[in-house]
């Protein structure tokens, strides 16, 4: 699946991915790796739990762990504040 960053709370180490099918999924970032609005991500998106994504905008790997799916704008916007 791909997705489109369109929040990040770096404090906290979150990010809300836009899916291909136009709901969101948050996770946090496990291993710091740099994440910023605008980058495709592509991976398990729709799967609680740790996971490995590919930030192809970065060409580099993200462990995460994904906490939500299939959210709308307002909930992912409100989890990430």
């Known amino acids: 699946m791909r997705g489109v960053v369109k929040f990040v709370n770096e404090e906290f180490g979150l990010v809300a ?3 291909e099918h ?3 999924t948050v996770f946090g970032l496990m291993n710091g790796g740099t994440v910023g609005i605008g ?3 592509t ?3 729709e799967q609680l739990d740790h996971q490995t994504l ?3 905008t970065r060409d580099s790997r993200l462990h995460v762990y994904i906490e939500d799916t299939e959210l709308t704008f307002e909930d992912a916007s409100e ?3």
């Open 79 to 81: 989890k990430l504040n």
């Open 43 to 45: 991976g398990d998106l």
């Open 22 to 24: 136009g709901e969101y």
């Open 39 to 41: 980058d495709v991500i």
């Open 54 to 56: 590919r930030n192809e």
């Open 17 to 19: 991915v836009e899916t």
